[in-house]
């Protein structure tokens, strides 16, 4: 869950570099904090984490929040230098504090304040200061002989985080010529597949086969189902002809167009036999098809085992609406078209046919016998179709 503060003020805040939050593996809160700093600079934290802050010099322990960011300021002292003060004995919080070093935490006023102890050494006019607090004694002041390059205060690091957001907004404007993908292991082996399973008919027509993994005889029986959920789906139809006409008309195109046959169940098959659930999906305000038929290929057989559980996962093929979005800005005009029935014109390999079997019948009276697809049922977009779509 998101927090969301109002404006904070950077002196009322404890700060903790993200690099350090990492080294020490803290836990962190999304959080959306508005921070404000010198000269009015602000900027938005993000995450938030609690740290124990402790003292090596004496018996003092507390839990402080601290709010997350990439960088608090440069190396403090800017540059190292050699102890050159009268520092008389006593413990220092930080004995090489002339040592140039990253800033990992800055402590807020409202804990610095109950950090001081009565006790302060001032070394001389102009010169450094020595204050007593429960961390030890703490070192402030000018050094003597060290030139500066520059004066260090907190900006919470604007000026990366500027050159952060204009990196990023140009890269959000590129319109990339070609899309770097890396895949995986699966992805390769199945797009090895595709290339080298894929033929055509004699109509010119792609053929492929199923990108199937080695557990493809784990699958179980999956008619019992498929039979329950069609007696479900009359119970439902019966309730509205209008949709049951319209889900009668939805598959008999199937049978008209020869895209789909009825079967013998003692036809026999070199795979396993699965059989897709169907039920129907109502847009009413498409101006095209109003009702679509959808096949569920995650349906789980008797073994807890589903087609797609055992189908290769191939790489996202499709370019993302961004990417279609801003090639509109290439072009003066731009043609858009869509293809019917596109999936359907790409025919399944006859072995594998078998795994796309479904039940239907158009009356409760009638006997239900299986009916096998010849393409594809547009089941969750299997890799295969979409590669030859792209071809």
């Known amino acids: ?157 604007e000026e990366d985080s500027l050159k952060a957001l204009m990196e990023r907004f140009w890269r959000i404007e590129e319109i990339s010529k070609e899309k770097n993908c890396l895949l995986s292991s699966e992805e390769k082996e199945c797009e090895a597949h595709f290339q080298k399973t894929i033929s055509r008919n004699s109509e010119g027509r792609f053929i492929v086969k199923l990108s199937l993994k080695e557990n493809l005889w784990e699958l179980g029986n999956s008619e019992h189902l498929a039979l329950k959920r069609l007696y479900s789906l009359e119970q439902r139809l019966s309730k509205n002809r209008g949709l049951k006409e319209e889900y009668t008309k939805f598959l008999k195109e199937y049978e008209s167009l020869s895209h789909m046959r009825e079967i013998s169940r003692n036809e026999t098959c070199i795979t396993p036999i699965y059989y897709l659930p169907h039920h129907c999906v109502i847009k009413p305000e498409s101006s095209t098809t109003k009702l679509r038929v959808v096949f569920k290929a995650s349906a789980k057989t008797t073994s807890n085992i589903s087609l797609k559980d055992v189908l290769m996962d191939g790489p996202v093929l499709q370019n993302d609406l961004f990417s279609i979005l801003t090639r509109f800005r290439k072009h003066e005009v731009v043609l858009i078209g869509d293809l019917t029935k596109m999936y359907r014109q790409i025919l399944i390999h006859p072995d594998h046919v078998n795994l796309q079997r479904i039940v239907w019948r158009e009356n409760p009276n009638q006997k239900v016998n299986p009916l096998q697809p010849r393409g594809n049922l547009s089941c969750h977009g299997a890799f295969d179709y979409i590669l030859c779509a792209r071809a």
């Open 1 to 157: 869950m998101e927090i969301q503060k109002q404006n904070v003020k950077c002196s009322q805040s404890n700060f903790i570099t993200k690099s350090l939050v990492e080294k020490l593996n803290l836990p962190t809160r999304k959080i959306k904090v508005p921070i404000c700093g010198i000269d009015q600079i602000k900027t938005t934290i993000s995450e938030e984490t609690y740290i124990c802050l402790s003292s090596k010099q004496m018996e003092f322990k507390t839990k402080i929040q601290c709010l997350v960011i990439e960088k608090i300021t440069d190396f403090s002292p800017q540059e190292s230098f050699e102890i050159s003060l009268n520092i008389p004995e006593v413990p220092l919080a930080d004995p090489e504090f002339n040592l140039a070093r990253r800033i990992d935490i800055l402590i807020g006023c409202s804990l610095f304040f109950d950090l001081l102890l009565s006790g302060h050494i001032k070394l001389g006019n102009g010169l450094t200061t020595l204050q007593n607090s429960k961390l030890g004694w703490i070192v402030a002041g000018d050094v003597p002989k060290v030139q500066r390059k520059s004066h260090n205060f907190l900006l919470l690091s």
